[in-house]
């Protein structure tokens, strides 16, 4: 079993940033590929961006790519979304994901809770 834990999300206004967290526990996350996913209301969810702990291998929605990194803290478990130019599109609940690397849910068998990204206009 794998936990995972968001937290960072909250209100911004258009062109701020906002870094969220996610940590991970269990025996095996770090065999697995960790990925952001987003979720807008009355739409599906949606692929942000993912990576593997063994090779760090990124990969990026075109829709953040240039304004959204990927990251990690081994020692801390925690992997992190450091958003910056956010827009009111970006606008969602964030979900950190555990599993093997892709942009599809299906890819992931493991979710956190999600954390509520607001940006104003």
């Known amino acids: 079993q794998v936990q995972l834990v968001e937290s960072g999300g909250g209100l911004v206004q258009a062109g701020g940033s906002l870094r969220l967290s996610c940590v991970a526990s269990g025996r095996t996350f770090i065999r697995y590929a960790m990925g952001w996913f987003r979720q807008a209301p009355g739409k599906e969810r949606e692929f942000v961006a993912t990576?593997?702990?063994?090779?760090?291998?990124?990969y990026y929605a075109d829709s953040v790519k240039g304004r959204f990194t990927i990251s990690r803290d081994n020692a801390k478990n925690t992997v992190y979304l450091q958003m910056n130019s956010l827009k009111p599109e970006d606008t969602a609940v964030y979900y950190c994901?555990?599993?093997?690397?892709?942009?599809?849910?299906?890819?992931?068998?493991?979710w956190g809770q999600g954390t509520q990204v607001t940006v104003s206009s």
């Open positions: 994901a555990a599993g093997v690397i892709g942009t599809m849910t299906r890819d992931y068998d493991y």
């Open positions: 990576f593997t702990w063994s090779a760090g291998t990124t």
